[in-house]
C-alpha cells in the first residue's frame, strides 16, 4: 500500500463548480496533514494545513479523520486560478513530509 | 512575506562531476531539508537537517549527497559524483518545528546531468 493516496485525476470542471479531492494515508504514527499546490514545473506552495476538527479557509475546506487515515479537501467556486496539481502531504515524526502523488485540477471557464 | 531561496535556478553538469545546490532558509527557521522531484514523479524526502546533523536522511541519500551548513545562512547539498538518474527538480525546504509547523519550499534547482 503507498504511503499517501490520492486520487488519479485529473479532474476537469467548469468555473464555479465544486471538487472534492481524496486521500489515504498508511501510517498511523503520521503527526501533521497538508495541502500544497504545486503549479506547472514550481515548488510546492502551502494550502492549508489540515486539522481533526476540519478548517476552513475561504473557498477551500480541509477535513481529517484519524480513524479511517483519511484526508479531504474541498474547493467550492472554482476559478481558473485554481488550477494546478493538488498535493496531499504528511508530516512524519521529525519533519520528514510524504507526498502522494498529486490530483491534478483543470478549471475551465 | 520572508522566503526561502535557492540557487542556481538551473544546473547542468556532465555525468561524474561533483554539483553543489545552495539555500538560504527562512532565517528564524531551525529545520532544514532537501527534497527532489524527478520529472513527472511526486515530491521525495532527502535528507533532514537541525543543530549542524543530519537528523534523517532517506535511501536515496547515499555516500555520495552531502549537506552543510557552511555559515549562519547558506545550507548547500552536495552530489559528489553525479549520475545521470540524479536529474531532477531538487527542493530545499525550512520550518520553525519538524512536528506540526509547515514547511516553506523554495523554488528550487532543476539538475540535468549529461
Known amino acids: 500500500r503507498k504511503e499517501v493516496e490520492q486520487d488519479p485525476g485529473p479532474f476537469n470542471v467548469p468555473e464555479g463548480a465544486t471538487v472534492a479531492f481524496n486521500c489515504t494515508y498508511s501510517n498511523s504514527a503520521s503527526q501533521s496533514f497538508f495541502w500544497y499546490r504545486q503549479d506547472c514545473r514550481k515548488e510546492p506552495k502551502l494550502l492549508m494545513s489540515v486539522y481533526s476538527s476540519g478548517n476552513e479557509d475561504g473557498r477551500f475546506t480541509a477535513q481529517l479523520n484519524r480513524a479511517s487515515q483519511y484526508i479531504s479537501l474541498l474547493i467550492r467556486d472554482s476559478k481558473l486560478s485554481d488550477s494546478a496539481t493538488y498535493l496531499c502531504v504528511v508530516n512524519m515524526e521529525g519533519g520528514k513530509l510524504i507526498f502522494g502523488q498529486g490530483t491534478e485540477l483543470s478549471v475551465k471557464p | 512575506e520572508p522566503e526561502v531561496t535557492q540557487t542556481p535556478s538551473h544546473q547542468v553538469t556532465q555525468m561524474g562531476q561533483e554539483v553543489i545546490l545552495r539555500c538560504v532558509p527562512i532565517s528564524n527557521h531551525l529545520y532544514f531539508y532537501w527534497y527532489r522531484q524527478i520529472l513527472g514523479q511526486k515530491v521525495e524526502f532527502l535528507v533532514s537537517f537541525y543543530n549542524n546533523e543530519i537528523s534523517e536522511k532517506s535511501e536515496i541519500f547515499d555516500d555520495q549527497f552531502s549537506v552543510e551548513r557552511p555559515d549562519g545562512s547558506n545550507f548547500t547539498l552536495k552530489i559528489r559524483s553525479t549520475k545521470l538518474e540524479d536529474s531532477a527538480m531538487y527542493f530545499c525546504?525550512?520550518?520553525?518545528?519538524?512536528?506540526?509547523?509547515?514547511?516553506?519550499f523554495g523554488d528550487g534547482t532543476r539538475l540535468s546531468i549529461l
Open positions: 525546504a525550512s520550518s520553525r518545528d519538524p512536528g506540526h509547523q509547515p514547511q516553506h
